[in-house]
């Protein structure tokens, strides 16, 4: 199973999902505040154990505050192969950063790793004298940010943090990030082999060839 899909953006319409609502777990619940909070879980809910999930979403799913209990959840219930941060403007028409998330189900085949890649939680940053906030994960490992740092001014008017780069040529953006991946996804199975579980071969294919048609 390889699910596979661009979120909606939006941090102010919800979602009526009466599977979540009626969740006695209220994380389901807030989880439907937002589209942008709601896909990566929904996508993870409706994938076969084992199936690799792979989504654009907003930087703001990673580094918001609001979407900690989500985060949480969804780490309950897959394996983050990796995570890949995109240079803002990447796509056309769009003032956003945008993460690429690469997902694997949980399943007989697909075990909770204790070594899994932490995304739960965020944290304090500063450039200059602006404060923002960051996913741990990307804390850790800033080899998958693509772009800089630059304070800029946001939808709001106020200072906010994005990562930009050189998009004069998009396709050595997409050769680095081919390149990302399959280091990632080497990594993720060292990490299998480590806790002695067969990891799957196809794993790569899987993920770079949606993604080379995404880019």
């Given at each position: 199973?390889?699910?596979?899909?661009?979120?909606?953006?939006?941090?102010?319409?919800?979602?009526?999902?009466?599977?979540?609502?009626?969740?006695?777990?209220?994380?389901?619940?807030?989880?439907?505040?937002?589209?942008?909070?709601?896909?990566?879980?929904?996508?993870?809910?409706?994938?076969?154990?084992?199936?690799?999930?792979?989504?654009?979403?907003?930087?703001?799913?990673?580094?918001?505050?609001?979407?900690?209990?989500?985060?949480?959840?969804?780490?309950?219930?897959?394996?983050?192969?990796?995570?890949?941060?995109?240079?803002?403007?990447?796509?056309?028409?769009?003032?956003?950063?945008?993460?690429?998330?690469?997902?694997?189900?949980?399943?007989?085949?697909?075990?909770?790793?204790?070594?899994?890649?932490?995304?739960?939680?965020?944290?304090?940053?500063?450039?200059?004298?602006?404060?923002?906030?960051?996913?741990?994960?990307?804390?850790?490992?800033?080899?998958?940010?693509?772009?800089?740092?630059?304070?800029?001014?946001?939808?709001?008017?106020?200072?906010?943090?994005?990562?930009?780069?050189?998009?004069?040529?998009?396709?050595?953006?997409?050769?680095?990030?081919?390149?990302?991946?399959?280091?990632?996804?080497?990594?993720?199975?060292q990490q299998t082999k480590q806790l002695h579980v067969e990891a799957s071969t196809s794993v790569t294919d899987?993920?770079?060839?949606?993604?080379?048609?995404?880019?």
């Amino acid at each position: 199973d390889v699910t596979v899909t661009n979120c909606p953006f939006s941090e102010n319409v919800s979602v009526s999902d009466k599977k979540f609502l009626s969740n006695p777990d209220k994380r389901y619940t807030k989880a439907t505040g937002t589209l942008t909070g709601y896909f990566p879980l929904k996508m993870i809910e409706e994938t076969k154990p084992g199936g690799i999930i792979v989504c654009l979403n907003t930087s703001g799913f990673m580094d918001n505050y609001r979407h900690t209990s989500t985060r949480e959840l969804m780490a309950e219930k897959a394996n983050l192969i990796g995570a890949i941060r995109l240079p803002e403007g990447i796509f056309p028409d769009t003032k956003v950063n945008t993460d690429l998330l690469i997902f694997q189900k949980l399943g007989k085949k697909a075990p909770k790793l204790v070594l899994n890649n932490s995304f739960v939680n965020t944290t304090d940053q500063k450039l200059d004298n602006t404060e923002y906030r960051l996913n741990e994960y990307f804390v850790n490992h800033p080899e998958y940010i693509l772009g800089d740092p630059v304070v800029t001014t946001g939808i709001k008017g106020l200072d906010v943090v994005k990562y930009q780069s050189d998009l004069s040529h998009p396709e050595e953006i997409a050769h680095k990030a081919e390149e990302m991946i399959r280091k990632m996804v080497s990594d993720y199975k060292q990490q299998t082999k480590q806790l002695h579980v067969e990891a799957s071969t196809s794993v790569t294919d899987k993920v770079t060839k949606p993604v080379q048609k995404t880019l």
